[in-house]
């Protein structure tokens, strides 16, 4: 049986972010659906009066620590109502950190995570949680977008884009599970390309273009993770 990871912050992922995780475990032959959320403690507040006992910053995160269960299980729950097979993990510590070693030991077939645009130098300065995730990932990563709530639930067409170095059999590889499962059409163009199509999800290999690259909007990956209004399927380099 495949594997889908979905990390969670119960907040970020829309209704459609939900359906886009239905689809892809169709397309993955019914796939177990793992749900991850990553607890990131609070640090209490030390200012506060304690009068003896752990503190109200303490028990205030204790609460959140709760809830947090609380919700990760609401989720599975109302995931396995909708008919796929899914399981809650929970973790505590760094988010990026935590959902790649997830992914390096559970070796899913596909990660599913929410990425927020980042369109301006200082948002691709500092980068972002999916940026992060999508270099270190051992799997495949499919991000979706803020925008796509608008827009059907769909994958109708499929846009593969070549970089130098890739060749026909490794997009036809990469695009099989998506072009099989929902009979899309397959349509394979260059990074320069990118702006003029319009499918309903991309999909790419990801190549190091170094720091500079990533900088300066010139690395497709980083291009379609800034601005891309559909999904976005990202491989990654054997090494």
């Known amino acids: 049986m495949k594997t889908i990871l979905f990390p969670t912050d119960f907040l970020a992922h829309s ?13 993955y032959d019914d796939a177990r659906v793992i749900v991850l959320h990553v607890y990131q403690p609070v640090v209490a507040d030390a ?3 304690t009068f003896n ?8 995160a204790m609460d959140l620590e709760t809830i947090s269960q609380q919700h990760l299980t609401n989720m599975v729950e109302q995931l ?14 760094s988010v990026e950190d935590e959902i790649v070693d997830a992914a390096r030991t559970y070796a899913p077939d596909l990660l599913i995570t929410h990425r927020t645009p980042a ?30 709530d608008a827009a059907p639930v769909q994958i109708t067409s499929v846009a ?16 099989k599970p998506l072009i099989d ?10 990074p320069d390309q990118i702006d003029g199509t319009h499918p309903d999800i991309f999909v790419i290999q990801r190549k190091e273009t170094g720091f500079l690259g990533g900088l300066m909007g010139t690395d497709p990956t980083e291009k379609l993770l800034a601005s891309a209004e559909v999904p976005v399927l990202v491989f990654h380099e054997v090494k």
């Not at 109502?81 to 973790?91: C, D, I, P, S, Y």
């Not at 593969?160 to 695009?175: N, R």
């Open 160 to 175: 593969y884009v070549l970089q130098q170095g890739i060749t026909q059999q490794m997009a036809t590889d990469q695009t």
């Open 119 to 148: 369109t301006g130098f200082f948002d691709r300065l500092i980068g972002s949680a999916a940026t992060d995730v999508a270099r270190q990932a051992p799997c495949p990563v499919l991000f979706i977008g803020q925008r796509e």
């Open 53 to 60: 006992d752990p503190g109200i910053g303490t028990v205030a």
């Open 15 to 27: 209704p459609g972010t939900i359906n886009y995780l239905r689809l892809m475990a169709q397309a």
């Open 47 to 49: 200012t506060l009066p």
């Open 80 to 93: 396995r109502a909708q008919g796929l097979e899914a399981v809650g993990e929970w973790r505590v510590g």
């Open 181 to 190: 499962g929902f009979d899309a059409h397959l349509t394979v163009i260059s």
